[in-house]
């Protein structure tokens, strides 16, 4: 289980995000579960200013990288932090 913290100041509107990235619907904030071919299972909820994504990995490797840049865009858009942010912010833990 991953907490990323949402930039100050930016306010994503998740469901349209998630509908748009990975065509799942439901209350984020109550929590969702969707699966996505090449990552697995997730698990999100959003409580105050921190996205709580929980991964359950697939039991069969996909070899498409793209899926990775999609959900690397996908955080960004979501917490208004680039992979390098999100390494650094992991790096203090």
């Known amino acids: 289980m991953r907490e990323y913290k ?4 930016h306010n994503p ?9 990975f065509g799942a619907q439901g209350d984020i904030s ?4 969707f699966s996505v071919e090449g990552i697995g299972a997730v698990t ?3 409580e105050k200013n921190s996205l709580i994504i929980d991964i359950v990995p697939p ?3 996909c070899s498409d990288y793209a899926i990775i840049k999609k959900w690397n865009q996908f955080l960004f858009d ?4 680039d992979t390098k ?4 912010e992991f790096g203090k833990i």
């Open 6 to 9: 949402i930039k100050r100041g």
């Open 13 to 21: 509107d998740f469901n349209t995000l998630l509908s748009e990235y």
């Open 30 to 33: 109550q929590g969702i579960q």
């Open 44 to 46: 999100m909820k959003v």
């Open 59 to 61: 039991k069969t490797v």
């Open 78 to 81: 979501a917490t208004g932090k």
């Open 85 to 88: 942010e999100r390494k650094k």
